[in-house]
């Protein structure tokens, strides 16, 4: 069997004390295998993305524990951290500087980072993301919000990182820029070899780029199952089933 590039086990995130005590993650725990895609799905306040920043160092870790490759990851997280796994945020607008061109935008993780061959990298993840050359010079608000989310997931990319972390990458897009973004992150992940955790409230998007999802509420887990369970309707817990249910109930293009 092959050993877990990401594990989490017994992950518990509670913010304040007291009275003010708030338990946003609690006892979860899942494996990840090299070059699989794992979705977490739930509503909003589920815990999910509670799960992404905890991984990152961006939230607190109260109690559990978290492996990349076998090895706890360090607290704080440091450069090989980032270089090993990179996130890619909801809103494409609000996490680029909208003062710094596309080129800047790109050029801050290889300088932080120590890395040399600029110009071409920076090319080579404008490509990777169907972006030319052109683009390096333009500010976010000349880009349309699909092309705000490429230049996202090129600045992910572009240390050449091993794990991306996708945080409801495509919800921010109208439905016809979603299907190209999603497309975009399955050809990438299967281009590079990428480990993908995903998380969105939307099980179609999630059984479009994932193998396996995980459904939490309440921040804990309530079910585990596949993508493939998911298109049959073969889901247990009452809450997966109302989700699937509210999703028939919204009419709009789905992925393909």
Excluded: W
Aim: proline share 6%; aromatic share 6%; glycine share 8%.
């Amino acid at each position: 069997m092959t050993a877990p590039f990401l594990a989490i086990r017994n992950l518990t995130v509670v913010f304040g004390k007291g009275a003010d005590r708030f338990v946003a993650a609690e006892d979860v725990s899942f494996e990840i295998a090299p070059g699989e895609s794992l979705g977490l799905v739930g509503e909003s306040g589920s815990g999910k993305s509670t799960v992404l920043r905890a991984i990152t160092g961006l939230n607190p870790v109260t109690h559990g524990t978290i492996e990349l490759d076998g090895r706890p990851v360090p607290t704080p997280r440091d450069l090989p951290f980032y270089r090993t796994v990179q996130m890619v945020f909801q809103d494409p607008y609000g996490s680029l500087h909208p003062r710094h061109t596309v080129d800047q935008i790109l050029s801050e993780p290889l300088a932080i980072h120590g890395i040399r061959d600029t110009s071409d990298r920076i090319v080579s993840a404008l490509a990777e993301v169907g972006l030319g050359p052109g683009f390096r010079f333009r500010y976010p608000h000349q880009l349309s919000g699909g092309q705000r989310q490429r230049v996202a997931i090129a600045r992910a990319l572009i240390l050449r990182p091993k794990l991306l972390l996708l945080d409801e990458p495509t919800s921010a897009l109208d439905a016809s820029v979603q299907a190209e973004i999603l497309n975009l992150l399955e050809n990438l992940r299967r281009e590079h070899g990428l480990t993908y955790l995903l998380v969105s409230h939307d099980l179609a998007v999630v059984a479009h780029l994932c193998e396996r999802m995980i459904v939490m509420r309440h921040g804990q887990i309530v079910e585990r199952m596949t993508a493939e369970a998911v298109r049959r309707g073969e889901v247990h817990h009452e809450y997966t089933k109302l989700m699937l249910e509210a999703e028939k109930g919204f009419s709009r293009a789905q992925p393909r």
